[in-house]
């Protein structure tokens, strides 16, 4: 995330510090999860997903950059079962395995190199089997070439996003060593007020190298 990005956000959750309900995207990851099982959010925001999975009995731990919105989540906090840790989520370093990694609208707010570097990260920190949820913007998106051009689908407005292109993606989340088990590019998935942006959504599975 771009220090341009950090300082929109951190002004975004002054706003708006509160839980607000779970996004669409957290709610088709909800079948996917029992009571009991692991997970990491990358860019967890306000929290909301994290209290989402957290309410259904799944160990959340939750990592953002925006360290004031994150003291006053540990603040609010009230489930034992859920944690929040300021952090950039694409250098965590050697974190315990869980079963689950779950990143909605993150990778598209920071570079394909550090995507890449996130997506290696997450192999090596989930258990055997285990699933990585991503959502993530589209080339297709209406928003594509607005703001500033900074890179290759990487655009400036008031704040960085990076576009991608679904096969190219899922490549890379091949490479990483990842199988994938659903993939989507459409509207629908994230509408936000008059918004319905095109996005990607993808479900991939460790699979063990050779």
């Known amino acids: 995330m771009t220090s341009n990005s950090k300082e929109y956000w951190e002004s975004y959750y002054r706003q708006n510090p509160n839980p607000s309900g779970e ?14 099982d692991s997970l990491y959010e990358l860019g967890c925001g306000n929290g909301r997903d994290s209290v989402f999975f957290g309410k259904k009995g799944v160990r959340v731990h939750a990592f953002d950059q925006c360290e004031e919105e994150l003291a006053y989540l540990t603040a609010q906090n009230s489930l034992s079962n859920v944690h929040f840790e300021a952090g950039d989520f694409t250098n965590l370093g050697p974190k315990s395995r869980v079963d689950f990694i779950y990143s909605r609208f ?12 996130t997506l290696r990260w997450s192999f090596d920190a989930l258990n055997e089997n285990g699933l990585v949820f991503i959502e993530i913007r589209s080339i297709l998106d209406e928003l594509y070439g607005q703001g500033e051009k900074v890179g290759k689908n990487e655009f400036v407005t008031s704040h ?11 490549s890379r989340i091949e490479e990483a060593g990842f199988s994938i088990l659903y993939k989507l590019e459409s509207k629908g998935l994230a509408p936000h007020g008059d918004d319905d942006p095109i996005v990607i959504r993808v479900v991939a599975k460790r699979a063990e190298r050779n």
């Open 23 to 36: 996004s669409p995207f957290a709610r088709f990851v909800s079948g996917f999860l029992n009571e009991g």
């Open 106 to 117: 993150t990778l598209h707010s920071v570079t394909e190199d550090k995507e890449i570097d």
């Open 160 to 170: 960085y996003r990076r576009f991608v292109a679904l096969n190219s993606f899922v």
